[in-house]
Structures are given as structure tokens and as C-alpha cells.
């Protein structure tokens, strides 16, 4: 009888060690650190941000996990598949308290009814947050589809994400260009093409639906870049011609076959030329101010003839100075001769302290989206030296914003695929250095291995967008409010 207890007690522990849902201390070492997806390891994070779910991608029975700072406070999640979602409450806990320290991450794999332990890994708690939200539009990479676009708003704190616009509420039109002054959505503007197209501008409370474009004007306006003042709106007025290659590589190029730059003064409702370019010697394109609001920094290439080849359009850096009293623009000054290096630059953005400025350098032209070689430099205005930034990949970096605090970077980049564009934000320390960047975490860690949709624009802001659907298709409904056109 004895003998038979003793038996089914060894059968119950072997069972219930069989059974662990976590190490019992007797673990064997694996002299490298787990692969896990996304690669949410080595990173500087920001003291808010959503919890950085990850999946375990090496084989194994079971998987357990312990997140824990540097006084043993820790957070502990266990998954037969892999799957490593994190509690909210706790991580916010474990990173409010450990402002400006690591967290140390290690985790376990069972395999055979053996526990065994990888190398750990580590990140670092940045104690300057990322704005709460971020802006995105939302749509299938390529050119096919116009019926699921939107511009969405989400939580960089949380996982929650709301629709912005989006074009089944206003007659499947195309929503695009959205722009966000100093990251307040209270200065918010959006274009739409098609039957209820026209500029929406949220601005002292209203949304309106204004048509910018005049009889004195070549083209409408395009691209869009908010004074900080907020009392004007600088944009690119663009004629563009898409052409759709042969190589899977590439997909589509969009070429500027004429743009000038324009500025919008809301106040009084009036429209006028930027005159650095009256002989239209040059294209302008991709409008950005400084943080002063008195220097506009835009890309220029030489006016292509009717017979050109696209790969020999390159679009230098320039800026002007700009009164904003008088609404003047001083001398044009050559920032950076991307041409000279065989090189083209696109979507120029200055830091919030103006020490830096992050362009996207490529090989031709000003679409630079589906441009493999696309990548992030970085250049100094007082000084004009050039840096590659350390974020790039094989795979196109594109369109990029800062917080307002400058220390973190948000970039469209199609690492991984190839074919969808992710955003992914990255630490600029005080040397404009920008470490190694992370995927927008998802509740879902394999959330990017099925979601087909490309984030497009990425923009922080500080707080939400207050308008509704309702509201927004009400604006649609309205009549467009036509601008002045001033000559100075």
C-alpha cells in the first residue's frame, strides 16, 4: 500500500512538472539571445508607450517570460504558443517607475519537459514621453483601390484606434495629404478628390471645406506645411503624371511635371504666390518651416522639358527667409546639393529646437515611397553637415515627423515585406543620434504578419481630433469656400 502511494505521488510531481507553466530553477542555458518578432530588443522606449507585445519564434512546448527592472520588480507572462501580450496596468506601472533605467527580459522555452533559459536582453526607459497620439492614413500599397481609405488616430499609450475620416462616410472619395500644426488637432487640415473634393481645414473650432485653387493658378494645391503661427498654410502646387513600371520593385513613379509653392493665409481667406521661382526655371515641392516660422525650407529640381527621363529629375534642398507681419520671402539659399552626389531629397522636416533637420535622400525624383534605396539623412541648419541616420534598412524609408519634444522620430519604412509600409519610431538623442528604431506595437504581436494595408503619413499629435463622421460628412455636403488670390 506504502509502495503504492509513493508511486502515485511520483506520478502527480512528474505530472505537475510536466504540467509547469513556468521554471522551477533547475534550467538548462542557451548561449543566445531568442528571436523574437517584433524585435522589440536593445531599444530606447518612451516612458508611455503601449505595452511592446512580442511572439517567441523558436520551437518549444511552452514559453514563459520575465520582464523585471533593476530592483526585481517584475512582470511575468507565460504561452504555450509563443505569444507574449503584456499586461497594460503592470507596464505602465514597472515603466513609471523606472524613469531613465532598464528593464531586463528573460525568457525561458520548454522543450521535452525541460526548461531552458536564453540570454537576456534589455531595453532602456527614455523619461521623454512620445506625443499620446499618432495620425496615419490608412490604404492598400499600390494604386488599385480608392474604397478603403482612411486617416486613423491612435493611442500611442493604449491599443485603442479610432477612424479620423475615412471615404465611405463622404461618397468614396479620396482622403490624403492630412497635416497637423505643431501637433494639435485643433489646426488639422485633409484633402479629398472626387465629388466632394476640397481642402477641410479644422481651425478655431469649425471644420470648412475651402477649394484652393484659383483662376491664377496652374495647379491646386498639393502638398501642405502649417506656419506655426497657424495663420498661414505653405503648400506645393503640383502637376503630377504617374507612370507604372514593368519591375516588381518598383511599382509606380510619380513625377512633378510642373510645381511652384503658394502660400494660404486663413484669416483673410487669401491665396498668393511664393515668388522664388517667377521665371518657372524650377519645379518646388514639399514645403516645411522652421521652428521660428521664419525660414521655409522646400525641395527644387530644374523644370523638365516635354521630352525627359525621370531618373535624371533631382531635387535639391533650399530655403528663403519669410516675414511673417508682411508676408514677404527674402533671398533663396541653396541647404544641400543632392544632385552634385547624383542624389535626389524629399520631405524635409526640422526638429522642434531647429538643430536638425531629417530629409529622405533616393535616387530620382520626389516619390521616393517605392525607392528601395530610399533612406533617412539628417542635416545640421546652422552648419549644413550631413549624417546618415542609423536607422535605415534594405527596404524604402520614406515620409518621417517629429514629437514636439524632438526626441522621438516616427518613419514609414517597408522593411519586412517590401510591399506595405509600417511606421517606426526611434530615439534622437541630444547629438541628433537616432538609435534603433521599433514597429508601433500592436495587442497583437503577429498583427503585421496578416494586416495588407500600408500606414501612410505618419504624424504625432498631442491630443485627439474632436470632430465626428457626422460632422465631417456635413462639411462635404457644404459648398467650397473660394480664397482671394493676392499678388503680395
Same mark, same amino acid.
Given at each position: ?280 526655371? &524650377?519645379?518646388?515641392? $514639399?514645403?516645411? %518651416? #522652421?521652428?521660428? /516660422?521664419? =525660414? @521655409?525650407? !522646400? ?95 534594405? &527596404?524604402?524609408?520614406? $515620409?518621417?515627423? %517629429? #514629437?514636439?519634444? /524632438?526626441? =522621438? @522620430?516616427? !518613419? ?77
Amino acid at each position: 500500500m506504502r509502495i503504492r502511494k509513493i508511486t502515485l505521488l511520483i506520478i502527480l510531481a512528474s505530472f505537475i512538472a510536466a504540467c509547469s507553466t513556468k521554471p522551477n530553477g533547475n534550467t538548462a542555458w542557451i548561449n543566445n539571445r531568442p528571436v523574437i518578432g517584433p524585435d522589440y530588443s536593445g531599444l530606447t522606449i518612451p516612458i508611455n508607450i503601449a505595452p511592446l507585445n512580442f511572439t517567441i519564434e523558436e520551437n518549444g512546448d511552452a514559453f514563459f517570460v520575465r520582464i523585471l527592472d533593476e530592483k526585481g520588480v517584475s512582470i511575468e507572462v507565460s504561452d504555450k504558443r509563443g505569444i507574449i501580450k503584456i499586461p497594460e496596468k503592470k507596464w505602465k506601472n514597472l515603466l513609471r517607475d523606472n524613469k531613465s533605467k532598464k528593464l531586463f527580459y528573460q525568457v525561458y522555452v520548454k522543450r521535452g519537459g525541460e526548461w531552458s533559459q536564453f540570454e537576456p536582453f534589455s531595453n532602456t526607459i527614455s523619461d521623454s514621453p512620445v506625443a499620446p497620439y499618432l495620425y496615419y492614413r490608412l490604404l492598400f500599397p499600390g494604386y488599385e483601390s480608392w474604397g478603403e481609405i482612411s486617416i486613423m488616430q491612435r493611442s500611442l499609450e493604449s491599443f485603442e484606434e479610432k477612424v479620423v475620416v475615412q471615404n465611405n462616410v463622404v461618397g468614396q472619395n479620396c482622403v490624403n495629404c492630412h497635416a497637423v500644426n505643431l501637433q494639435n488637432p485643433d489646426n488639422f487640415m485633409f484633402h479629398m478628390r472626387g465629388s466632394r473634393g476640397g481642402t477641410y481645414f479644422v481651425a478655431d473650432g469649425d471644420l470648412k471645406k475651402f477649394n484652393l485653387k484659383t483662376k491664377e493658378m496652374e495647379n491646386s494645391a498639393t502638398y501642405p506645411r502649417w506656419h506655426p503661427s497657424g495663420k498661414y498654410v505653405a503648400f506645393s502646387s503640383n502637376k503630377v503624371v504617374q507612370q507604372f513600371h514593368s519591375l516588381e520593385s518598383k511599382k509606380i513613379e510619380v513625377t512633378d511635371l510642373a510645381s511652384a509653392l503658394v502660400l494660404y493665409d486663413l484669416a483673410k481667406n487669401e491665396i498668393m504666390e511664393i515668388q522664388v521661382n517667377q521665371k518657372r526655371q &524650377f519645379m518646388d515641392t $514639399y514645403p516645411e %518651416w #522652421s521652428p521660428a /516660422g521664419d =525660414w @521655409l525650407y !522646400f525641395c527644387r529640381a530644374a523644370q523638365i522639358e516635354k521630352e525627359y527621363d525621370y531618373r535624371d529629375i533631382k531635387y535639391n534642398l533650399y530655403r528663403v527667409n519669410f516675414n511673417p507681419s508682411n508676408r514677404t520671402f527674402g533671398e533663396v539659399e541653396m541647404v544641400f546639393d543632392a544632385a552634385a552626389l547624383g542624389k535626389s531629397v524629399s520631405f524635409p522636416r526640422v526638429s522642434p529646437n531647429g538643430k536638425l533637420l531629417v530629409f529622405t535622400l533616393h535616387d530620382y525624383g520626389c516619390f521616393p515611397v517605392w525607392h528601395k534605396e530610399a533612406d533617412l539623412y539628417s542635416i545640421k541648419p546652422d552648419d549644413f553637415s550631413v549624417a546618415k541616420l542609423e536607422v535605415n534598412s534594405d &527596404f524604402s524609408e520614406s $515620409y518621417h515627423s %517629429w #514629437s514636439a519634444n /524632438g526626441r =522621438w @522620430l516616427v !518613419f514609414s519604412s517597408k522593411r519586412g515585406d517590401g510591399l506595405s509600409a509600417r511606421p517606426y519610431i526611434s530615439y534622437v538623442d541630444e547629438n541628433g543620434v537616432a538609435l534603433k528604431p521599433f514597429v508601433l506595437p500592436q495587442e497583437n504581436p503577429k498583427f503585421y504578419n496578416r494586416f495588407l494595408k500600408t500606414f501612410n503619413i505618419p504624424e504625432f499629435a498631442e491630443s485627439e481630433f474632436s470632430f465626428t463622421p457626422g460632422e465631417i460628412r456635413k462639411a462635404a455636403r457644404q459648398e467650397a469656400i473660394q480664397p482671394k488670390w493676392s499678388d503680395k
